[in-house]
């Protein structure tokens, strides 16, 4: 197959536009026809089973259902993500955390102390960042539960060709040995 390369009226106009000019062109007519960049991924979100909860007991006493002061528990994380539009090497993350506690009808502790943390960590379970949050939530006055979203705002500085796909947002309440413990004995692992 051989291309014929003689121009007719419109080719010969057309061989005298500068390139830029086309281009320019081309590129608003895409613009104009909802052409955009490939979006890309936004990490994922991820509680750790095992720090999904936390369980405080009455201090000094051995741990039992006749002395659970409050039980924190993290619900729900959803993110959302968005990148820098010039380098597409800044990402920045919204994640909302749903964190609730329940105490039970006989206790009489005002609030539930806590602390919960988030990671960002690669895909082979490299933590790369990590940071705690403390949290307070009181009940109210004759409620047992209570709950909030916290919204945490994370940079993440980015090197092609990474993007959000590459990492993940993990979540839990930061345990001692001992609240691990319970947890893992309570989750069957």
């Known amino acids: 197959m051989s291309i014929d390369r003689r121009l007719d009226a419109a080719g010969a106009a057309r061989a005298l536009v500068p390139a830029a000019l086309r281009l320019a062109a ?3 007519a895409l613009t104009l ?18 720090a999904a909860s936390v369980t405080s007991f009455a201090p000094g006493q051995p741990p039992g259902p006749q002395t659970v002061r409050y039980v924190g528990s993290i619900n729900d994380a959803k993110l959302s993500c968005s990148y820098d539009p010039t380098t597409q ?29 988030v990671a960002i960590v690669n895909l ?16 109210p006055s004759g409620g ?8 945490i705002h994370e940079f993440i500085p980015l090197k092609y060709p990474e993007n959000g796909g590459n990492l993940q947002i993990w979540t839990g309440f930061q345990l001692n040995d001992a609240e691990l413990q319970y947890n893992r004995s309570h989750l069957g692992g």
């Not at 026809?33 to 095992?50: F, M």
């Not at 082979?124 to 009940?139: H, I, Q, T």
């Not at 047992?144 to 919204?151: A, D, H, L, N």
């Open 26 to 28: 081309v590129a608003a």
């Open 33 to 50: 026809a909802g052409c955009s960049a490939p979006t890309l991924p936004c990490p994922a979100a991820k509680i750790l089973r095992e």
């Open 89 to 117: 090497e800044k990402l920045t993350v919204l994640l909302g955390v749903q964190i609730s506690a329940e105490r039970p009808p006989a206790s009489k502790v005002a609030a539930a102390e806590l602390r919960y943390f």
């Open 124 to 139: 082979r379970g490299e933590v790369l960042a990590k940071r705690e949050f403390p949290l307070e939530l009181a009940f």
């Open 144 to 151: 047992t539960t209570v709950s909030k979203v916290e919204e």
